[in-house]
């Protein structure tokens, strides 16, 4: 009889290894992202569920997947590279915050403090990944009889409710990928995770070895993008 084979789930597997790190303290926990490139088959389920997810409006994407052609006619290949924000340990972007509204928490993640934040989008020109995009208050609606109403909705972010309309407002600041947060915090993987169907991503705390994402993270084919920047980026591509 032929043998049962039966793989790892791992989704199953990375949801308990984010509802073991929410456990611990968060300054010893380390949430990390590895990116299998040779997985990725462009289909940008990651790029709509991120904007869904975080009710994002027109011109705020958080996580695009870019088309790359590599080498020469006729030995070219395509090749399609998810871009989060790297949530770099010298990150650009916080060191030119004139209001100190942006910084690295201890667990890993760089944040945008909204009711601080005035917009002024230095953030923007200093990051080299193009990964901090500007809130103009916009909606996909805006032109049609009606704004929809799941356009209004607030948005949870950071764990807080952000309404469009009300004092507490993204709207004329920067945004960008903060990991999913206030998915996290109630032990759920990113939603760019969870929606992968090519399981291209390693998601949860890179300090539990026990971790899948820790023991894909030593992997010998890895790269990162843009390391001569300095900005030091913390998320992993396999390749
Ligand atoms: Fe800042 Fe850009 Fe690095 Fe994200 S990728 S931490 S926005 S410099």
Redo the contacts with the bound molecule.
């Keep these: 009889m032929a043998e049962l084979v039966v793989k790892e789930n791992l989704l199953i597997r990375m949801q308990a290894d984010v509802k073991r790190a929410v456990q611990k303290p968060e300054n010893e926990r380390r949430w990390g992202m590895v990116i299998d490139l040779r997985k990725c088959v462009g289909c940008h389920a990651c790029t709509v569920s991120c904007i869904a997810e975080n009710k994002l409006p027109p011109g705020v994407v958080y996580r695009p997947v870019l088309d790359q052609e590599i080498g020469t006619y006729p030995n070219v290949t395509r090749r399609f590279v998810p871009r989060p924000?790297?949530?770099?340990d010298n990150?650009?972007?916080?060191s030119v915050c004139p209001v100190r509204a942006t910084w690295?928490r201890h667990d890993g993640v760089?944040i945008v403090d909204y009711d601080r934040c005035i917009g002024c989008r230095y953030?923007l020109t200093?990051?080299?990944?193009g990964?901090?995009t500007s809130d103009f208050g916009n909606y996909y609606t805006e032109h049609t009889p009606e704004i929809q109403p799941y356009e209004k909705q607030p948005s949870n972010e950071y764990c807080k409710s952000w309404d469009r309309h009300g004092n507490r407002s993204p709207v004329g600041n920067a945004r960008?990928?903060h990991f999913c947060l206030h998915r996290l915090e109630q032990g759920l993987l990113p939603q760019c995770v969870s929606t992968c169907v090519g399981r291209a991503n390693y998601f949860g705390d890179i300090h539990d070895a026990r971790s899948l994402v820790a023991q894909m993270a030593k992997s010998a084919n890895q790269i990162k993008l843009l390391e001569e920047k300095g900005?030091r980026?913390t998320v992993i591509y396999l390749v």
Excluded at 85 to 88: A, D, E, F, G, S
Excluded at 91 to 94: A, D, L, Q
């Design positions: 924000c790297m949530q770099c990150p650009s972007c916080v690295k760089v953030c200093a990051c080299p990944y990964a901090r960008k990928c900005t980026p």
